[in-house]
């Protein structure tokens, strides 16, 4: 699955337990009718993807979606739910990249041969 809009946020890395598990989140903001604030978490060596990116750039992430359960002291049962990164794309770079550009209008010489007379079987 791909989450893909504009970082809204990026959070520093944080580490927790003795054995040193590292998270990193980022929200992006979705360009929709309804924009959605998603949280993506990154965990382990995949935190360091996010080191190259900024607040406002546009991304496409790789994501995964995991749930867990968890029995609370008193025996009730519980449902999570995280939203995990795996890659991160810039789109602002694609974009630049697309393809062979195009030159400007002015750049073509006028049309000055026209025939209003010609037939022509375009419906519109």
């Known amino acids: 699955m791909e989450v893909q809009g504009k970082i ?15 998270k990193r989140e980022v929200v992006v903001t979705t360009e929709e009718q309804y924009p959605q604030h998603i949280l993506v978490e990154f965990v382990q060596d995949k935190c360091d993807l996010l080191n190259n990116y900024g ?6 992430i790789g ?7 968890w ?3 008193q025996g009730e049962t519980k449902y999570f739910n995280s ?5 991160i794309e810039n789109l ?9 550009p195009v030159p400007p209008a002015d750049q073509f010489e006028p049309a000055n041969n026209l025939n ?6 375009l419906p519109f």
């Open 116 to 121: 209003d007379e010609d037939y022509d079987d």
């Open 92 to 100: 602002a770079a694609q974009s630049q990249q697309g393809g062979a």
């Open 55 to 60: 607040v406002g750039q546009p991304v496409k």
């Open 83 to 87: 939203i995990q990164g795996w890659r």
């Open 8 to 22: 809204k946020m990026i959070g520093q890395t944080q580490t927790f337990g003795s054995n040193g598990f590292r």
């Open 63 to 69: 994501v995964n979606l995991r749930g867990r359960e």
């Open 71 to 73: 029995v609370n002291p």
